[in-house]
T-cell receptor, first 109, second 113 residues
């Protein structure tokens, strides 16, 4: 069974801090990796995708990929209360994208 | 540019009944994927349609079936509903089957009683 594993949390950080979210995947054939944000009662929203080993930055968000370790992470700098949500990690190796169960993040004002 | 729209937003059905959920993909997107998300879980892949053909399927029984139409809108049909089918059903569209990330619809909340 190909899986994406995430710590369910909750992860609690103070406003202005860096939030670090992690994910591992089991299928070495996965080629593309994604982070989605899902607010309670809403549908997931794509915030980052990464294909190559290393870091990719977009505003306050940095995605990191290490294919050798089968590890993906998301850093959120200057966390805001509006960042409080569930963050879903996903891996894609073709037609199928597999999601983790998500990590709940709380940013305390 | 319109996003992904799903209908209905909420639905209550009785065990054993059949249900059809609908999805209009984002303009320019030819691929639609359907996911089931139970409370507190991540989305589970049901199947994907690419240019009107089923392109791949997850671990769901045959009573879950679908269609994609020439305008790339899609339907998810579930027969013989079971209590465990209660979930949020998400439709996601992407420009090609090799996804560069999905645009999700707002989902259909199905409750089976």
């Amino acid at each position: 069974q190909k899986e994406v594993e995430q710590n369910s949390g909750p992860l609690s950080v103070p406003e202005g801090a860096i939030a670090s979210l992690n994910c591992t995947y089991s299928d070495r054939g996965s080629q593309s990796f994604f982070w989605y944000r899902q607010y309670s009662g809403k549908s997931p929203e794509l915030i980052m995708f990464i294909y190559s080993n290393g870091d990719k930055e977009d505003g306050r968000f940095t995605a990191q990929l290490n294919k050798a370790s089968q590890y993906v992470s998301l850093l959120i700098r200057d966390s805001q209360p509006s960042d409080s949500a569930t963050y879903l990690c996903a891996a894609s190796g073709g037609f199928k994208t597999i999601f983790g169960a998500g990590t709940r993040l709380f940013v305390k004002a | 540019e319109t996003g992904v729209t799903q209908s209905p937003t909420h639905l209550i059905k009785t065990r054993g009944q059949q249900v059809t959920l609908r999805c209009s993909s984002q303009s320019g997107h030819n691929t639609v994927s359907w996911y089931q998300q139970a409370l507190g879980q991540g989305p589970q892949f049901i199947f994907q349609y690419y240019r009107e053909e089923e392109n791949g399927r997850g671990n769901f029984p045959p009573r879950f079936s679908g269609l994609q139409f020439p305008n790339y809108s899609s339907e998810l049909n579930v027969n013989a509903l079971e209590l465990d089918d209660s979930a949020l059903y998400l439709c996601a569209s992407s420009p090609e089957w090799m996804t560069y990330g999905y645009t999700f619809g707002s989902g259909t909340r199905l409750t089976v009683v």
